[in-house]
């Protein structure tokens, strides 16, 4: 049950992927990081990574920590996160994604009302690195594996075992995360909740010209300080992000879509030809057109 791993997002930054199915909602996803990474986005559900090969850097809400081979992370739901592959190494990564439901059941449930709920209603909890020098946090990084590789499998049964493999990680995250965690202090909360607002006004206007000026706002911040919470959080500039995200958007279009290559570049807040194309083949390295001649022969 391996699903394709892709960020589509609303004007929010909330991701608009559905995550598995209602009646099994989860999914498992391998992927590579390259040129082709993932804006910042949010969702919903829980997620639990597990760096396979490589290393690559978490940004969680409040929260950044660089993961190694072998290495894992839990992300709250709701919360913005994105994982950067470390400047001269590759990182493959398996993730899980799934509905609290899947593990507490319903809501009056003890499950739900004692582990789940506490957990999610916990707005100092982004991201939490797990290492395996750590036994609790080994024994966690040891669940999601096994949740993934019984999703991969599907063998009778396997819903059984991954909830249950599920069940394991949340248990020992809500047994330890108010004993061993540090929380973030006032000032990383704050700048959290600020790029969440400006990252949002980028997913929805990033067809339209769009100042920094008009990011800051977004924050009720100046655009010193928008320039700052970039640097600080997400280490790049508002310019460059925003670029990064149209050129995204672009290629998401490209092979969704038969509109022509220039109202695409248009739709994506390029306003000329010609630096699109110089911009896309920087990033992807083909041109607009090559890149929709490879998905479609692949598809």
Known sequence: MLSECSCHVDEKGRELVHHGTSSFPIAC?????GSNDMPCHWHDELEAIVIIEGAGRVIAGAEEFILREGEG??????VFHTLLREEGCQ??????????????GSYDSIFWQQYLEPLLKNKTIHGVPLKPSVPWQAD????????????MEEKPGYPFL???????????LCDHLGKDSTQPDQKKI??????????????KQYGEPLSLSRIA????????????C????????????????????AAEKLTSSADLISEIARQCGFQEMSYFSKAFREKFSVTPGDYRRQLRDEG
Not at 73 to 78: E, K, Q, S, V, Y
Not at 162 to 172: D, G, I, Q, T
Not at 230 to 249: D, G, S
């Open 217 to 228: 706002q977004e924050a009720s911040i100046s655009e010193s300080e928008c320039l700052r």
């Open 230 to 249: 970039f640097r600080r959080i997400i280490h790049t500039t508002p310019t460059q992000y925003l670029k990064e995200f149209r050129l995204q958007r």
């Open 140 to 151: 966690a990084i040891a669940a999601a594996q096994n949740a993934w590789q019984n999703c």
């Open 190 to 203: 704050r700048d959290s909740q600020r790029m969440k607002a400006m990252l949002s006004i980028i997913a």
């Open 29 to 33: 996803y391998s992927d590579d990081l």
């Open 91 to 104: 990182c493959r990564y398996h993730s899980l994604v799934f509905q609290p439901v899947l593990v507490g």
């Open 73 to 78: 992370a839990f992300i709250n739901a709701g």
């Open 162 to 172: 991954v909830r249950n493999a599920l069940s394991e990680m949340v248990f020992w």
